[in-house]
Every structure is written in structure tokens, then in C-alpha cells.
């Protein structure tokens, strides 16, 4: 039931893109995205609920392909405030509200 | 707007031993959700509650259990502590039925010896 993350890690330069993709075996309900700075807690970007559904949060957006149970996070002209671990959450249709974590892609932005 | 609030931040415990974590949730929210993180790994889900009740149990023994009060603050139980249960356990409240995001705490980081 745990989503699938990958790369487990990514390392950029300043102003380069990253795509952080999720993907679950189960029929998804939706699916959550954080980043979690080191000795720091989760700290929630965006939820994603319809298939197609894209969002976006300043320079980070994401999307969701209900068909494919997959979503990607895309991250535009790192900055290096972008560095840290980012968590999907995924819940799945009939248990709404139990959201489980991949083992995260650890990001870092060099200058 | 409050955050979530854990205490206390730190605790070192003996194997064996009962321990008991509290968590107060942000204001507005009325579903709470605990979570161990290892060093390195992503939060493993424990379980949560609306509603003063278990509304979905992840993996873990029975020895863990929770509580959610009237005022939707909670409390993490871990009894007969095994070595394995050092982690950081985290906190989480959000509105159930709702698509929002999970408010998480800063954690307490439990350590057994």
C-alpha cells in the first residue's frame, strides 16, 4: 500500500528543473505532497484529487493521472530553499483519511 | 491560528518501560494522526482518530494505542518499549472528509535504551 518515490535522491544546481514522481499499485483517492527539512516537520505543499488534476504552489506544481495511479511534482528554477526530503502521501478510496507515505527523494540544491 | 503542538520534544526511556506522548491540534481541525519516523525513513502511518474513536490502524502491535479528547488533543501510548521503537513520532491533525493537507508537529524524539 505505501507509494513508490523516485529518484530516491537528486542533486541540482541553482535555477536547474527536478521531476519527483509517485506511484501507488492501489486505486487512489488522492495525493498529498511535503517536504520535510532536516530536523524540521513535514510541511504540506499541495493536494491533488481528480485525475488530470495539476496544481501549483509559486515555482512547484504537481499532477495527478488518476488512470495511471501516478503523480509527479515538478520543481522549475530551484532555489536553494527547495533542499530537503519530499514525502507523496496517498490515500485510497475507501479509507479516505489514512495517508501513507513513500520513503521520500531527497533533494539538494547546490549553488 | 495555532500549529500542532507535541511534548515533550525529547524523551529517553528504558526497554520495557510505558511511555506517553500528548499532541494538541491546530485550532479548526478535529482529526488527529501520529506517525514514527526512523532516521532516514518517511513517516510510518500508526494510526488516527475522529471523533474520540480509531478511524484506521496502520501496521503496528497493539501495545500502541491512542486517545482523542472532546477538544480533539491526543495522546500516543507505547507500552513495553523495545529498542525498536526509538524514533521521531509525529503528530498530524487535519479536517476529516475534507481535502486539505495534514498540519504536522515538530515531534517528540524517543529514545530507548
Known amino acids: 500500500q505505501q507509494p513508490v518515490q523516485s529518484p530516491q535522491a537528486v542533486i541540482l544546481r541553482e535555477g536547474e528543473d527536478a521531476v519527483i514522481n509517485c506511484s501507488s499499485s492501489?486505486?487512489?483517492?488522492?495525493v498529498h505532497w511535503y517536504r520535510q527539512k532536516h530536523g524540521e516537520a513535514p510541511v504540506f505543499l499541495m493536494i491533488l484529487l481528480k485525475g488530470g488534476e495539476q496544481k501549483g504552489h509559486e515555482k512547484i506544481s504537481a499532477s495527478f493521472n488518476e488512470k495511471k495511479q501516478q503523480s509527479s511534482l515538478y520543481l522549475t528554477a530551484s532555489q536553494l530553499s527547495y533542499s530537503g526530503t519530499y514525502f507523496c502521501g496517498t490515500t485510497i478510496r475507501g479509507s479516505q483519511g489514512n495517508l501513507i507515505f513513500g520513503k521520500g527523494t531527497k533533494l539538494s540544491v547546490k549553488p | 491560528e495555532t500549529g500542532v503542538t507535541q511534548s515533550p520534544t525529547h524523551l529517553i526511556k528504558t526497554r520495557g518501560q510505558q511511555v506517553t506522548l500528548r499532541c494538541s491540534s491546530q485550532s479548526g481541525h478535529n482529526t488527529v494522526s501520529w506517525y514514527q519516523q526512523a532516521l532516514g525513513q518517511g513517516p510510518q502511518f500508526i494510526f488516527q482518530?475522529?471523533?474520540?474513536?480509531?478511524?484506521g490502524r496502520g501496521n503496528f502491535p497493539p501495545r500502541f494505542s491512542g486517545l482523542q479528547f472532546p477538544n480533539y488533543s491526543s495522546e500516543l501510548n507505547v507500552n513495553a518499549l523495545e529498542l525498536d521503537d526509538s524514533a521521531l513520532y509525529l503528530c498530524?491533525?487535519?479536517?476529516?472528509?475534507?481535502?486539505?493537507?495534514?498540519?504536522f508537529g515538530s515531534g517528540t524524539r524517543l529514545t530507548v535504551v
Open positions: 492501489k486505486a487512489l483517492y488522492s
Open positions: 498530524a491533525s487535519s479536517l476529516v472528509d475534507r481535502a486539505y493537507g495534514y498540519t
Open positions: 482518530y475522529y471523533r474520540e474513536e480509531e478511524n
